[in-house]
Antibody
Framework: QLQLQESGSRLVKPLQTLSLTCAVS??????????WSWIRQPPGKGLEWIGY???????YYNPSLKSRVTISVDRSKNQFSLKLTSVTAADTAVYYC???????????WGQGTMVTVSS | EIVMTQSPATLSVSPGERATLSCRAS??????LAWYQHKPGQAPRLLLY???TRATDIPASFSGSGSGTDFTLTISSLQTEDFAVYYC?????????FGQGTKLEIK
């Protein structure tokens, strides 16, 4: 069965770039017309959708983060990645990767990884 | 951006009883609404999509209703494993948005 696993830097200094990767196992990132998303949850707050990428490479980003976000896909490694530039303490959160069904809900999620922005 | 408002923020219910959770959208999202269950330290779990269609392996004790702006998640006969935080999410308009969650706790 398909599984997602986040990895990357857990501690990022202010104004630097947050980088995370989501490894997809048990299935291909290129099959089925799914999208591949990043979602985050700051401590004590709700979920915020960051953006998604299709296997074709097309992307859509949340306008609130669009100027700082890049999501990319590596089909050869069956993974997709998130880069968030110029981070501040407000970017401290648990970051999840998730598979999006063609109609838009998220049916498979990673366990999440806590990223802290601090000097 | 569509704002999703969930109520109540916390719901205290005894095991075996029914729980009813509400979600309201700031504008119509048709039936493009999903519900998730989230337990601490775990990945969120998709319960329902299309407002009322259960996801794979979700028991019939979970049901959803509504369309447009008002939605309801009902959990009949609560089991101890059902106590968690529940989120609604609209996917009718970009950016996709979530409610702030309802914490379902044991009474």
């Amino acid at each position: 069965q398909l599984q997602l696993q986040e990895s990357g830097s857990r501690l990022v200094k202010p104004l630097q770039t947050l980088s995370l990767t989501c490894a997809v196992s048990g299935g291909s990132i290129t099959s089925g017309g799914y999208s591949w998303s990043w979602i985050r949850q700051p401590p004590g707050k709700g979920l915020e959708w960051i953006g998604y990428i299709y296997q074709s490479g097309s992307t859509y980003y949340n306008p609130s983060l669009k100027s700082r976000v890049t999501i990319s896909v590596d089909r050869s490694k069956n993974q997709f990645s998130l880069k968030l530039t110029s981070v501040t303490a407000a970017d401290t959160a648990v970051y999840y990767c998730a598979r999006g069904r063609p109609t838009g809900s998220f049916d498979i999620w990673g366990q999440g990884t806590m990223v802290t922005v601090s000097s | 951006e569509i704002v999703m408002t969930q109520s109540p923020a916390t719901l205290s219910v005894s095991p075996g009883e029914r729980a009813t959770l509400s979600c309201r959208a700031s504008q119509s999202v048709s039936s493009n609404l999903a519900w998730y269950q989230h337990k601490p330290g775990q990945a969120p779990r998709l319960l329902l999509y299309g407002a009322s269609t259960r996801a794979t392996d979700i028991p019939a004790s979970f049901s959803g209703s509504g369309s447009g702006t008002d939605f309801t998640l009902t959990i009949s006969s609560l089991q101890t494993e059902d106590f968690a935080v529940y989120y609604c999410q609209q996917y009718n308009n970009w950016p996709y948005t979530f409610g702030q969650g309802t914490k379902l706790e044991i009474k």
